[in-house]
């Protein structure tokens, strides 16, 4: 089923669940100010005895801002919706919302191997249902504006860093990598440039 109706408000609607989500992320670090001033510590302290909370929150920001982007790009053509997409698109916010709770324990439980798996595999969920949003939109003819469809090329681009994220999950379990297996994200775009290249000479 499949509708022609703008999907402005769908994606208004998912820009403010996003937009709370990454704000909850700070807020245990504004509760360390009146925790430090209680305890009369020195200001210096809130930054140098929280590190991993303030590294969890800009990796856990850096995450959802490029899964944002990301989302940002694929409905700009976008000029309608399915119930399937629109259920999806439900089940991505799920995990951004959710993101936060694990965030919080990779600051208190950095060697723990299930906040570990936990973090990691929030974030590789995500980007599982982020690729079908994207199969979704360029799928449809009556959904994606974009002309081409579903080629080799697009769900290469959809598929990259879920397919990278795969590889990653295991490696952060390994105490002596942890969460530096997310690394793993950052030539994404380069491997997926390289791997829709070679998907469209095959065409």
């Known amino acids: 089923m499949s509708t022609t109706r703008d999907p402005d408000r769908l994606v208004l609607f998912t820009d403010a669940v996003v937009a709370i989500a990454i704000t909850l992320l700070v807020l245990p670090l504004v509760d360390i100010v009146?925790?430090?001033?209680?305890?009369h510590r020195p200001s210096i302290e809130v930054i140098t005895e929280h590190?991993?909370?303030?590294?969890?929150?800009?990796?856990?920001?850096?995450?959802?801002?490029?899964?944002w982007l990301t989302h940002h790009r694929?409905?700009?053509?976008?000029?309608?919706?399915?119930?399937?997409?629109?259920?999806?698109?439900l089940v991505w916010l799920?995990?951004?919302?959710?993101?936060?709770?694990?965030?919080e324990?990779?600051?208190?439980?950095?060697d723990?191997?299930?906040?570990r798996a936990l973090y990691v595999g929030t974030i590789l969920a995500s980007s599982v249902c982020l690729a079908v949003v994207s199969l979704i939109i360029h799928g449809n003819p009556e959904v994606g504006g974009e002309e081409g469809g579903l080629t080799a090329a697009v769900v290469v681009r959809s598929?990259?860093?879920?397919?990278?994220?795969?590889?990653?999950?295991p490696?952060?379990?390994?105490?002596?990598?942890?969460?530096?297996?997310?690394?793993l994200l950052l030539p994404a775009p380069v491997v997926s440039r390289v791997a829709r290249r070679r998907a469209e000479v095959s065409e």
């Open 34 to 39: 009146p925790e430090a001033v209680a305890e």
């Open 51 to 67: 590190k991993p909370q303030i590294f969890s929150f800009l990796l856990s920001f850096a995450v959802i801002a490029q899964y």
């Open 74 to 89: 694929m409905f700009q053509g976008v000029r309608g919706y399915t119930t399937g997409l629109v259920s999806w698109n």
């Open 94 to 103: 799920l995990t951004i919302v959710f993101l936060p709770f694990p965030t």
């Open 105 to 110: 324990m990779t600051a208190s439980y950095s």
């Open 112 to 115: 723990d191997r299930f906040t």
């Open 159 to 169: 598929l990259t860093p879920t397919a990278l994220l795969v590889v990653a999950f």
């Open 171 to 183: 490696l952060a379990l390994i105490p002596s990598v942890g969460y530096y297996a997310l690394l």
